[in-house]
């Protein structure tokens, strides 16, 4: 099984793991490469006003190449927006080593604006992974009266163990910085999915909150 990575709109895959190499891990974060760019086709990691960051330095990932389609069916602002000068701009965050490695971070609409503070969702659910306790984790952002936003966890637990939010806050807590770790946490029996059993964060965002 090799990785890759594509978007619809990219009608095939814009980055693949070449089949004579094996995907690097990022030391720094553990996030594994999803590839390096396919043939003809550019990847630029840029900022919110375009321009390209350093090796290393997360931004948006914007792909250009034969794959990519012209725009959307009668959506001439859509168009406009996702596809300047002909360049997709995926809405995915991610980095590029000096190798040409692309890694694949989280989608930038789940950033989450805590205080000021950015907090990416998946940096808190790999931590939220690593507890005996957790089956399934999504972390997503709630208003808040003093932050703005802050960081919510939603949890299930594997059979035949048990926690509660107070525990599963201080376990984040004492392996993330001040800003990021879940103010609040829920356990659920399942989490909401796709069809193909992707965890629907949008779902969580807009389910009633707790008193």
Known sequence: IRNGYG??????????????LEAPVDPVSGTLAVGVPGPDTVVRIIDDE????PFGE???IAVRGPQVVPGYWRRPEATTETFPDGELRTGD?????PQGW???VD???DMINASGFKVWPREVEDVLYTHPAV???????VPDGYRGETVKAYISLRP???TDPDDLALYCKERLAAYKYPRQVEILPELPKTASGKILRRELRSRPQQG
Request: with cysteine.
């Open 135 to 141: 089956r399934e984790a999504a972390v997503v952002g």
């Open 50 to 53: 375009g321009h390209e960051v």
């Open 93 to 97: 965050i991610g980095f590029m080593d």
């Open 107 to 109: 989608r930038k609409k």
């Open 160 to 162: 035949g163990t048990a």
């Open 7 to 20: 978007l619809t709109e990219c009608t095939a895959p814009c980055a693949s793991v070449p089949p004579e």
């Open 102 to 104: 692309l890694y694949v």
């Open 58 to 60: 997360q931004g948006e």
